[in-house]
């Protein structure tokens, strides 16, 4: 369940222009800025990393950056994949598939 920092980042966006990719990561940046979203720490080795693809660098390249709500650890998942077709897509993940104590 979200709570009311992260709320209005719940509804999952298919991203289907670049402009609209950028959009979301500069929303994603400035949720990281304002403490409202942190990197999920798998990110810490990804290539190319968040602040690259942010700042223009590596543009291009499939990516997958996990990020979580400080607040009620509501995940989400940024995520570009496919080099001649891409898809991107920018969408809230269920808590209950991060709880590793889930029944299989
Ligand atoms: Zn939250």
New binding site residues.
Partial sequence: M??????ALCSDTAIRAPGDLWNTICIARAKLADG?LAHASENSTATPNFYQVASGQEWGRPFVFRFH??????AFVLELAGDREPSASWRAEAASLLNPNRPQ
Avoid: L, Y
């Fill in positions: 979200a709570c009311p920092r992260c709320s409202t709500c400080t607040e009620c650890r509501q």
